[in-house]
């Protein structure tokens, strides 16, 4: 049984203040939650501010995600992050291929991977991003282009290691715009995703967490995370605000 995983991408958003204000109040209101993991993803500069809240004991159930990282453990790479600094600060996760990175940081496929790569080789877990924009969706090409986006990491990491990730669909025309993709679209392309997984490795198939993100609020997340292959959310906006963000971790567990 596939544990329910909500993340929130807080993207470039917060001062300290908000971050100790969100992570607190996320915190209190979900402590006795029993089912959901629950993780919060601050910019890198905030990311030892975030770990120090969350070691704290009552916060000690949040777990931390980085929403990027350099490929390189170390070396001349001005203003990068690597995986072993972000691992000595205790993150779990690392968000790779989100597609605002693909398209303003032109971030390839192939980068991607690498960055996928980087994230287990340091112990953590990738969260690996796909999704199709909407001319993409509308010329029907959305699956395809899932396909190509999970495949350059299975060709570059091999399929087992799929066994330490988790997928997140995430429609380019859902994110920051208020439109969600219907259950029914998600749970379609969450279903092509697993069933070719599945033809390489059932096991992992059956194991692996996808998440669906794209405007999730606590408004739709219950529809959402009830469709058979939705293993909870990638959560934008709405995870910067604790209520909102504390209602929809309540819709996964
Ligand atoms: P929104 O929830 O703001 O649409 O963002 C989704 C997203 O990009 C999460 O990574």
Redesign the pocket.
Known sequence: MRQKLVVG?W?MHGSRTQVRQLIESVAASTADLKKVEIAVGPTLLHIGFAAELCTSEDASHLKLAAQNLFTEPEGAFTGEVSAPMLAEYGVNYV?VG???RREFFAETDQVVAAKFKATQASGMIPIL?VGESLSQREAGTSAEVVLTQLNAVIQSAGIEALQYAVL?Y?PLW????GKTASKEQAQEIHHVLREHIAKSNATIAEDIRILY????KAANAAELFSQADIDGG??????LKAEEFVSICKSAD
């Not at 993100?213 to 999730?216: A, I, M």
């Open positions: 991408n993207k968000i989100h597609s605002e991003c997140a995430e859902a994110i920051g715009t993100g794209g405007s999730v990638l959560v934008g906006g709405a995870s």
